[in-house]
T-cell receptor, first 114, second 112 residues
């Protein structure tokens, strides 16, 4: 039973389109995250939510909008996709808020912009 | 200069070798240190978690933290081909609204 699951696994789309990625965790965790991993494997935090409240909002273009309908779900909507958005997007969750909490990751959504 | 530096590799070793993976960091406030393993086309999975300085051992894996030198290491004994993956270090200053800061990962290849 997958702990953190993301859909879709692969997303190939054209520049200018709008797309969404969904994430669900069944670990009972309070905090969820979105990360972007570039081609050099560098993982960069984008957003974090704790009990549906936005906690971290890094310097991310406002074309990216996260939504947390409940604490088990965190979705990411991207408007007007650009070539530079091509990356792997990872969802993660942790028991509580704070950098001392180990995070559990999904297997990523590979986004390719044509 | 990045807050966390990690040699990208690839590091290629024969099966059975002892592997040493390292990260240096610049933020002296970091006190929680983690190592994640990431297989190709998978998400990172937590391997080791340490707080402050010292050593921690778990099976074939040993994590070391030297806060005075701002240097952390992961040692893998008796390395196996199944250890071939990218290893990411991650660290944080602590509780509250603080995120983990990741290194860029070292790719390890264990040759059978």
């Amino acid at each position: 039973d997958t702990a953190v699951s993301q859909t879709p696994k692969y997303l190939v789309t054209q520049m200018g389109n709008d797309k969404s990625i969904k994430c669900e965790q069944n670990l009972g965790h309070d905090t969820m995250y979105w990360y972007k991993q570039d081609s050099k494997k560098f993982l960069k935090i984008m957003f974090s939510y704790n009990n549906k409240e936005l906690i971290i909002n890094e310097t991310v273009p406002n074309r990216f909008s996260p939504k947390s309908p409940d604490k088990a779900h965190l979705n990411l909507h991207i408007n007007s996709l650009e070539l530079g958005d091509s990356a792997v997007y990872f969802c993660a969750s942790s028991q509580g808020l704070g950098g001392n909490q180990p995070q559990h990751f999904g297997d990523g959504t590979r986004l390719s912009i044509l | 200069q990045k807050e966390v530096e990690q040699d990208p590799g690839p590091l290629s070793v024969p099966e059975g070798a002892i592997v040493s993976l390292n990260c240096t960091y610049s933020n002296s406030a970091f006190q929680y240190f983690m190592w994640y393993r990431q297989y190709s086309r998978k998400g990172p999975e937590l391997l080791m978690y340490t707080y402050s300085s010292g050593n921690k051992e778990d099976g074939r894996f040993t994590a070391q933290v030297d806060k005075s030198s701002k240097y952390i290491s992961l040692f893998i004994r008796d390395s196996q081909p199944s250890d071939s993956a990218t290893y990411l270090c991650a660290m944080s200053a602590g509780t509250g609204r603080r995120a983990l800061t990741f290194g860029s990962g070292t790719r390890l290849q264990v040759q059978p």
